[in-house]
Each structure stands twice: as C-alpha cells, then as structure tokens.
C-alpha cells in the first residue's frame, strides 16, 4: 500500500454486499498492482490495508448491490466523494446472486432464517450500484476478469474510454476456435446472449455457458429462449439458467417467451 502523492490520482475501492471476489481479483494482478502503485495512489482499500486517506477520490471502484438503507445512504456519499466511478462485478453492476430476493417475499426469508427478524433491517429487493446514482462505467463478471480490470485502470490513467467488448460469448468461442457446444452436441448455452469477457471458459471445456458476465449489448432473447427448450430446458429450468449469477438482469429482457417456436 502507498500513501497518495499529490500528484498521482487517487483509487479507492469500496464493498457494498457481495462476497469480495472481485475485489481479490485485483489484489490478483501482483505484478501489474506492483507497478500500478507507482502511478496512483491507493487511498481506500480496506481489502488490502487498513490505511485510509480523505477523499475525494479521482476513481472509485465499486463492489457489491445495494440491499440495505445503509447501502443506499453510502452509495450516495461514494458517489459524491469520486470524480469516476466504476461499478466491479455481477452484484454491483446487476444485483448479483442475491437479487433472487426480488422474485420472492423477503419479510418470510427474514422471518424464517433469523430467531430475532428485528434485529434486521434489509430492502426488499437486491439492485445493481446504477439504480441509485450515476455510473461512469461497468465492468460485468463473477468475478470480473482481471485483463478487463486493467484495462479500466489503464484506461482511466490514459484519460479515455476503456476498450471493453460489448460482443457476446460466441465471439470469443470462434476466436479460440471452440466447437459450438449447442450446434454440435445440443448443449444448452447462454453464450449468444452473455457479455463477452470470461475467454468462454465453460464452452472450451464442453458445458454451457451459464451467464455469470450478464446479457451483452445485443440479446436477443425471443430467439434464444425457443432453443433452449429444443435443447431440454423446460421452463422452469430456462428460468433457473438465466436467474443465476446476474438474477434480475435477464428477466428484465422479456425473458419468458413459452410459446415462442424454433425457426428453421
């Protein structure tokens, strides 16, 4: 850890709820977070140390959805302290995992889980970082991939856009020359509606992919629903494959179209 200079921006990086896998893929980069010291100052990590200088910020990261009134309040303040922010991670950029509380009854989960449901206050409903302030950019994954991140982080010392592919898994399935799990083997896969950014990881070792980098920039899902079930997903299987790791951000694509037919 190094204390901020004056003259190098300054990166804080924060947790809302979540489960640190994305903040440990930063620590990940060793190497390249050796050399990334030496041109930004870490003035918040409390992953990494404990040290903490004032803000402002010049980039803010950001893990973890809001699923609290705490989180709402802090997510505000974070917003105001960073001049970018950047939301890190399926839960932050999509309500993550445990967004599947917004298809369900929280008040019965809290009463059934805790012996004193007093003692917890929670928001019904788990939503990503940009549902309550202004993001600058997002960087999808569970976890995020760590050639991604420093792209964002190299980016953002460069002053432009980070260079991000909105394309979907199929892409990156052709470009390491991947057989199509669903054409060949009749697998049922998520990859021509997923953000690229895994290096198509599942179908490379012959499963579908399962959607942990949320819906790319173009989904198009009345088509990919129909073969899904021609591939043996039933409903409630279809509904289970794309409520997983970013929960609520397919269903907000009109997921469900039972009565949708393969076209030839």
């Not at 799990?181 to 990859?191: E, F, I, K, S, W």
């Not at 694509?253 to 030839?264: G, K, Y």
Request: with cysteine; charged share 20%.
């Amino acid at each position: 850890m190094t204390a901020p200079s004056p003259a190098a921006p300054t990166l804080a990086v924060f947790k809302l709820a979540s489960c640190d896998g994305c903040q440990l893929t930063l620590l990940d980069c060793e190497d390249e977070l050796l050399a990334l010291t030496g041109r930004v100052g870490i003035a918040h990590f409390l992953e990494a140390s404990g040290a903490v200088a004032p803000g402002p910020y010049d980039l803010g990261l950001v893990e973890g959805s809001v699923t609290t009134p705490d989180d709402a309040r802090r997510i505000r303040e974070i917003r105001a302290r960073c001049r970018v922010l950047v939301t890190i991670g399926a839960c932050a950029t999509a309500g993550g995992i445990q967004a599947l509380r917004n298809f369900a009854d929280v008040e019965e989960f809290r009463r059934t889980v805790y012996a004193r449901p007093d003692y917890i206050e929670t928001l019904a409903t788990s939503t990503p970082v940009s549902a309550h302030v202004d993001v600058d950019f997002e960087l999808r994954g569970c976890p995020i991939d760590r050639g991604q991140l420093l792209e964002v982080l190299t980016a953002f010392l460069a002053g432009r856009r980070p260079d991000v592919p909105d394309h979907s898994v199929c892409f990156q399935c052709k470009r390491r020359g991947t057989v199509c799990v669903t054409v060949a083997h009749g697998t049922p896969c998520l990859g021509p509606v997923t953000h690229a950014g895994c290096g198509a990881i599942c179908p490379a070792y012959g499963r579908g992919c399962y959607g942990c980098f949320g819906p790319s920039g173009s989904v198009n899902l009345p088509a990919s629903i129909p073969l899904l079930h021609r591939d043996g997903l039933e409903d409630r299987a279809t509904e289970r494959l794309l409520r997983t790791f970013n929960a609520a951000a397919f269903d907000g694509l009109d997921a469900c179209h039972e009565d949708e037919e393969v076209r030839p």
